[in-house]
């Protein structure tokens, strides 16, 4: 069985920044793609990053693009998110994900992610 938990969530400033991290516990998770999440108050839950299980390919939504970054530490078990330049319409639950799937890589549909942690907010204030 697969466990994840995510850390790191808070409250920040419009233009600061925010480190998320996600623990595995359970299998191998040096096999898997590493996904994040997000579900906005009163919105579906969207893609946000994902990585393959060697670190690259590593794929964002446009919306994140050049200001997040998403990386590994498969000797932690751990993935991580980096935000920076956080704007307010980043305030949502962020989850983390993985997809078990070996023939898969960096897919964007949650659908495809089998396992996920209890998610951490962030909220970003203007």
């Known amino acids: 069985q697969v466990q994840l938990v995510e850390s790191g969530g808070g409250l920040v400033q419009a233009g600061g920044s925010l480190r998320l991290s996600c623990a595995q516990s359970?299998?191998?998770?040096?096999?898997?793609?590493m996904g994040w999440f997000r579900q906005a108050t009163g919105k579906e839950r969207e893609f946000v990053a994902a990585?393959?299980?060697?670190?690259?390919?590593?794929k964002y939504a446009d919306s994140v693009k050049g200001r997040f970054t998403i990386y590994r530490d498969n000797a932690k078990n751990t993935v991580s998110l980096q935000m920076n330049s956080l704007k307010p319409e980043d305030t949502a639950v962020y989850y983390c994900a993985a997809d078990l799937d070996p023939l898969r890589i960096v897919v964007v549909a949650s659908s495809n992610y089998e396992h996920w942690g209890q998610g951490t907010q962030v909220t970003v204030s203007s």
């Open positions: 359970g299998r191998t998770f040096s096999r898997y793609t």
């Open positions: 990585i393959s299980w060697s670190g690259d390919p590593t």
